[in-house]
């Protein structure tokens, strides 16, 4: 059962677009909702976290947005750049339990110059 | 800088060999997980630790195993590597108070011919 659904698969825009990764969970325990980048070659790297108390989050050109009644959330990359070309995986997991994360099935951005 | 550490980073091995794939981190998380990521991109978690001699199977069955001797080790072992194991495996770490989510690693690709 899929716990986080995430779409699209994947991603092409041209450089100075805004991607937009949305995220959808079930589970209303979950309380931390953190993105992760991945780079061919390498682990995922945590990009932005945010929690339920505020509904955006921004760090540089790239910004969450969370809707806790509808229980989606997304992320949006501003300014797009050839840099941020990689795959994107939202997560999400309970906040003070520090409990596993459980991830989405991850986006693949490509960002043309 | 990466505070956890995978060896080796890239691996080809024959089928019916015995491999360990070794993982460190230096930052004192008592958590710890194996993810394998298909060329797909998903991650499946495998294994997770919680501690010095709390191992646990994760959401993906796999024929592999682990050890948790020491709190900055943490190395996954296939008795009998098989072309089906070839994958990226990934290992990362997590504070066990607080959520500040997951450090990766580099992976270790892994290829079984």
């Known amino acids: 059962q899929q716990q986080v659904k995430q779409s699209p698969q994947s991603l092409i825009v041209q450089k100075g677009g805004i991607p937009i990764i949305n995220c959808a969970y079930e589970?209303?325990?979950?309380?931390?909702f953190p993105w992760y980048q991945q780079f061919p070659g390498k682990g995922p790297a945590l990009l932005i976290a945010?929690?339920?108390?505020?509904s955006e989050k921004k760090e540089g050109r790239f910004t969450i947005s969370f809707n806790k009644s509808a229980k989606q959330f997304s992320l949006h990359i501003m300014d797009s750049q050839p840099g941020d070309s990689a795959t994107y995986f939202c997560?999400?997991?309970?906040?003070?339990?520090?409990?596993?994360?459980?991830f989405g099935t991850g986006t693949r951005l490509q960002v043309f110059p | 800088e990466a505070d956890i550490y995978q060896t080796p980073r890239y691996l080809v091995i024959g089928t019916g060999k015995k491999i360990t794939l070794e993982c460190s981190q230096t930052?004192?998380?008592?958590?710890m997980y194996w993810y394998q990521q298909d060329p797909g991109m998903e991650l499946h978690l495998i294994h997770y630790?919680?501690?010095?001699?709390?191992?646990e199977k994760g959401d993906l069955s796999s024929e592999s195993t682990v050890s948790r001797i020491r709190t900055e080790h943490f190395p996954l072992t296939l008795e009998s590597a098989r072309p089906s194991h070839t994958s990226q495996y990934l290992c990362?770490?997590?504070?066990?108070?607080?959520?500040?989510?997951?450090?990766f690693g580099s992976g270790t690709r892994l290829t079984v011919v």
């Open positions: 589970n209303t325990a979950f309380d931390y």
């Open positions: 990362a770490s997590s504070s066990d108070r607080y959520h500040y989510g997951y450090t």
């Open positions: 930052m004192g998380h008592d958590k």
């Open positions: 945010i929690r339920p108390d505020v």
């Open positions: 630790s919680y501690g010095v001699n709390s191992t």
């Open positions: 997560a999400a997991s309970p906040l003070w339990t520090a409990d596993k994360l459980i």
